[in-house]
């Protein structure tokens, strides 16, 4: 057997998955090398309480036992298993994981720190929670991909979903790391107010907290959260809903009663046309026509609404159907890229590379249906 001191974090966090899905209790190491490519803070109690819950789990069990299996020769080589081994058990181990599994009756409180390359950088799909979930983006950025909607979050940005949200997410493509604070929760009734937010997509709402003191507060707050459910006090679910109240509290204050300016029904009117014509050649000269506007005053106003110009627009929007595509279809890549405006497949690939810092094939099967 291979000398544990010639063994990686990967590899050790490898093992101590495997043995961890059989059943048994990780050793230490195993732990801390969880711990490290989780890049959660979760102690043995912890993994041992989920452990338990797997097995409970039948629908889980069968899903999982022909991976266990299949990987069992290969994890008792003598010669071990390589990093590129560790990495891809880990991924076949996760894939599908219920995410529900997670939640305890308690709220469950964390922080995450995900690095491009750690095991904790491949995506995963959620498709029902028992629970609420919420997010708050400290720094580096995810994405989150729904059938209707993508967001690239930003410092600041809360993300919280209902139980009937059905979304991936994950390491934004562009980015190196994501910090990110979460909650699992059953909202109080009363709560339904302070959760009023912004709805991207069903169960899929938004709150955007502004730079300053009051995003500063919103931090201490959920980090305090986190420390609650980490004291075993017996007030411990009083304390953590008080505490999750106020950062809602304090989350609605920093946004105020500001209300989206309404878009100019011109404008509103260029988005359908250009959306309704994603496939097909167009100028904006037709655009601005069609809107009865000069192209000039066109470019002016849609920018000023839009935030940004409407070729770069229109862009955007062709890159959002071409990923959601890549998601939820079999279709080859070239055909998305036609179908979402560009006839030349290089073109499609080298565009979509330069926006995303990953190929369109790249990307589909970081999000592919298994994980």
């Known amino acids: 057997m291979t000398d544990s001191a010639d063994i990686s974090t990967i590899q050790l966090a490898a093992r101590a998955f495997y043995a961890w899905f059989h059943g048994r209790q990780p050793e230490p190491a195993g732990v801390l090398a969880i711990q490290a490519f989780l ?21 889980f069990l069968e899903a999982q036992r022909p991976l266990v299996e299949k ?16 990495a891809t058990l880990i991924e076949e181990l996760f894939s599908g994981f219920d ?38 983006n400290l720094a580096g950025g995810g994405i989150f991909l729904s059938e209707n909607m993508e967001r690239r ?15 991936h997410y994950g390491l934004h493509p ?3 790391d994501w910090q990110h604070l979460w909650a699992l929760f059953q909202p109080r009734p009363h709560w339904s107010e302070l959760t009023a937010w912004k709805e991207l997509d069903q169960g899929i709402l938004l709150l955007a907290l502004p730079e300053g003191e009051a995003r500063l507060k919103v931090e201490r707050l959920f980090r305090e959260l986190i420390d609650i459910g980490q004291s075993g006090s017996i007030e411990q679910s009083n304390l953590q809903h008080n505490k999750l109240e106020e950062i809602l509290i304090r989350a609605r204050v920093a946004l105020g009663d500001q209300e989206s300016k309404p ?61 959601k595509l890549l998601l939820t279809t079999d279709e080859k890549i070239s055909r998305i890229g036609s179908l979402v405006g560009y006839e030349d497949p290089a073109h499609f690939t080298r565009y979509f590379s330069k926006n995303m810092g990953c190929s369109p094939r790249h990307f589909r099967r970081s999000f592919s249906k298994d994980t």
């Open 39 to 59: 890049g959660t803070p979760i102690d043995t109690d912890e993994l041992n309480r989920l452990g338990e819950r797997l097995q409970q789990n039948q629908a």
């Open 99 to 136: 995410h529900a599994l997670l939640y305890e009756r308690n709220i469950r409180a964390s922080s995450t720190l995900v690095h491009r390359g750690q095991v904790n950088s491949v995506h995963a799909r959620v498709e029902e929670m028992p629970c609420w979930t919420l997010h708050l």
């Open 153 to 167: 979050t930003a410092p600041g940005d809360m993300m919280l979903m209902r139980p009937d949200a059905r979304y």
């Open 71 to 86: 990987w069992q020769r290969r994890m008792s080589s003598p010669t071990g298993i390589s990093d590129e081994d560790a």
């Open 174 to 176: 562009l980015e190196e």
């Open 263 to 323: 878009v100019d029904s011109r404008i509103r009117h260029a988005c359908e046309y250009m959306q309704s014509r994603l496939e097909q050649k167009f100028t904006l000269e037709e655009v601005a026509s069609d809107c009865n506007l000069s192209i000039s005053r066109f470019a002016h106003l849609f920018a000023e609404q839009m935030g940004l110009g409407p070729k770069a627009w229109i862009n955007d929007i062709r890159l959002q159907k071409a990923r």
